[in-house]
Every structure is written in structure tokens, then in C-alpha cells.
């Protein structure tokens, strides 16, 4: 099983990152996908989550700027990140989590796979 994040980097506040997610070694149609992150001496949080059914949970703070989607076709899962902010600066994981079983999406406790995370930083 593997989740691979890619697509990190290093911008200026208001400029656009996409990450992806690869996922393989599990059936991709019975997980929900999501993106968590987290920030030097903060807790990992969920930022943008699929839900078993086919919706999509997103945090306050990121609501309007980011945007989740899915090939697929290809496994992978997309973190659509505009108009980003020095407050945005995080290692960001993405996550699968089992529908049938998921309670609520970006539920940190239900997540089955964590990816290795990639590091976003934002600059003033």
C-alpha cells in the first residue's frame, strides 16, 4: 500500500501549488481521499476530504482557495492550492480512509494510510 505526495514547494503568498497524490496497492474506489497538514507545533489537521459518499469537506480557512479532485483513471488525487497564504505553510499528507467504515471525512482517528507528506511553504 502507497501514497505518494508530490508537488511541494516554495511560494510567494498569493501564487498556486497543485499536489497530487498516487495511490496504489488498494483498491482506489473503496477509499475516500483526503489532505491533512500540519505546521511546526501544531497538530496535524484535515483540510479538504472526500466523504464516502462523494462530497467534500473542507476546513474554514482554506474554503474558496483550495480545491480537491480525482483522475481515477490514474489512482490520484489532486490538492488544487490558490491564492495561498504564509498561514498555508505545513507538510501536507494525504490519506485514505475506508468508506465503509469512514465516521466523517477528515476524521484523523479513521484514516487507514498516510502518505510521506511534502513540505509547502508560503512566503510573505
Known amino acids: 500500500v502507497q501514497l505518494q505526495a508530490s508537488g511541494g514547494g516554495l511560494v510567494q503568498a498569493g501564487g498556486s501549488l497543485r499536489l497530487s497524490c498516487a495511490a496504489s496497492?488498494?483498491?482506489?474506489?473503496?477509499?475516500?481521499i483526503g489532505w491533512f497538514r500540519q505546521a511546526p507545533g501544531k497538530e496535524r489537521e484535515g483540510v479538504i476530504c472526500?466523504?464516502?459518499?462523494?462530497?467534500?469537506y473542507v476546513t474554514d480557512s482554506v474554503k474558496g482557495r483550495f480545491t480537491i479532485s480525482s483522475d481515477n483513471a490514474k489512482n490520484t488525487v489532486y490538492l488544487q492550492m490558490n491564492n495561498l497564504k504564509p498561514e498555508d505553510t505545513a507538510v501536507y499528507y494525504c490519506?485514505?480512509?475506508?468508506?465503509?467504515?469512514?465516521?466523517?471525512?477528515?476524521?484523523?482517528?479513521?484514516?487507514?494510510?498516510w502518505g510521506q507528506g511534502t513540505q509547502v511553504t508560503v512566503s510573505s
Open positions: 496497492g488498494f483498491r482506489f474506489d473503496d477509499y475516500a
Open positions: 490519506s485514505a480512509d475506508q468508506k465503509v467504515t469512514m465516521y466523517k471525512p477528515c476524521n484523523f482517528y479513521g484514516i487507514d494510510y
Open positions: 472526500f466523504g464516502s459518499d462523494g462530497s467534500t
